[in-house]
């Protein structure tokens, strides 16, 4: 027997001890699955994904499994330029480095891959759908990542673009005081408008989708919190709290503070609250609640003791519905056969005021 042969013989031996029961009980039936009947496939994404929901949609109509078409659909959010967030364009961390993280996850196999702090390569969604149809991981980070992806002929490039690096240079020149980076305003020269705007910038693509058969796929993509510490990951690669699906209840995602979501492992908290009968929207509303609840620390609460950040959550159910909520008003992406559209999500709270 040759040692693969041998090595997979000795797996399935040891899979098939371990689910001999030791006693004579029959084993419990394993749970059917939930079919639906056909549906139009629909995807929902972050409100800058009206252009990937249109893709992952047109995709599953023409018969692509929906973690493929999620994927393809974040692609043209990855490779834009203009979208500082996501992929190409992203914004550095605090060293002047481009980090992507993400994660998929597809719902008929149960199976999920995923890749943080990869540098070079604008389409992590592709590597993180490799680390799941090629490895017997889920999760792979930084050096090994980019080898990995480089082994899959992931052309490399440098993805800090000229916007994007001014943008970090004014940021390091206007972030203290006390060091040696001096602003031109400082200087005296007329400077441009800023800082708040990049002050806790996230931004991030998730995209849920579900296809006429009721299957589901999910993606989350991201360039992570501007200016972000050398080696921070947030929940975007994390399966569970960037990003979630069960093929027998729908998909979760998240956008916004990245820490929030980890804290409560949003994404898979959102679809278990599906799985006990709650609406899309009445989900995600459960787990912003949660993650106010669970916001107690005083740096990250306003003067009326909200939280201080915005955070939003996706969901599409097995049923083709979809919904999203946040902590404040905004905007989500949905695509179904009724075309691509902007609509406004729920929120907890009527504004930041
Ligand atoms: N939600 C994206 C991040 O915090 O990195």
């Known amino acids: 027997m040759s040692d693969l042969s041998r090595r997979k013989f000795l797996r399935a031996a040891a ?41 992952a949609v047109e995709r599953m109509q023409a018969g692509m499994r929906p973690v493929d078409a999620a994927v393809a659909g974040v692609e043209v959010v990855e490779n834009d330029p203009n979208d500082n967030s996501v ?11 481009v ?14 891959g995923a890749v943080a702090h990869l540098q070079n390569i604008k389409n992590p969604a592709q590597v993180a759908l490799k680390v799941m149809r090629h490895t017997d991981h889920v999760l792979l980070v930084a050096e ?58 996230t931004g991030t693509i998730h995209l849920g989708a579900v296809d006429a058969n009721g299957d589901v796929g999910s993606c989350t993509t991201t360039s992570g919190l501007a200016f972000k510490l050398n080696g921070r990951v947030g929940d975007s690669p994390l399966l569970g709290c960037g990003n979630y699906c069960d093929n027998d209840v729908g998909t979760g995602g998240s956008t916004g503070r990245g820490e929030a979501c980890i804290l409560v492992n949003g994404a898979a908290f959102t679809v278990h609250q599906m799985a006990l009968g709650k609406s899309p929207t009445d989900a995600c509303l459960e787990t912003v609640k949660r993650v106010a609840r669970m916001t107690r620390v005083a740096r990250l609460l306003d003067a009326k003791g909200r939280p201080d950040f915005q955070v939003k959550f996706y969901a599409t159910d097995k049923r083709g519905r979809a919904g999203a909520a946040a902590m404040y008003p905004g905007k989500f992406a949905v695509c179904d056969d009724s075309g691509p559209r902007l609509e406004d999500l729920a929120a907890l709270f009527d504004s930041r005021d």
Request: glycine share 10%; aromatic share 6%.
């Open 15 to 55: 899979v098939g001890a371990a689910v001999t029961p030791a006693c004579s009980v029959a084993p419990a039936a394993a749970a059917p699955s939930v079919r639906v009947r056909r549906q139009s496939p629909i995807a929902v994404a972050s409100s800058n994904g009206l252009e990937a929901v249109r893709i």
């Open 99 to 112: 980090t992507l993280d993400s994660c998929v996850m597809d719902g008929p196999s149960g199976l999920g």
């Open 144 to 201: 090994g990542a980019l080898e990995f992806a480089r082994a899959h002929g992931f052309r490399e490039q440098d993805l800090l673009t000229d916007a994007s690096r001014k943008i970090w240079l004014e940021w390091l020149e206007k972030r203290s005081s006390v060091d040696d980076w001096i602003s031109p305003e400082e200087n005296g020269e007329h400077g441009t408008e800023w800082f708040q705007k990049y002050k806790d910038k």
């Open 87 to 97: 992929g190409l364009g992203g914004l550095p961390n605090e060293r002047g480095i």
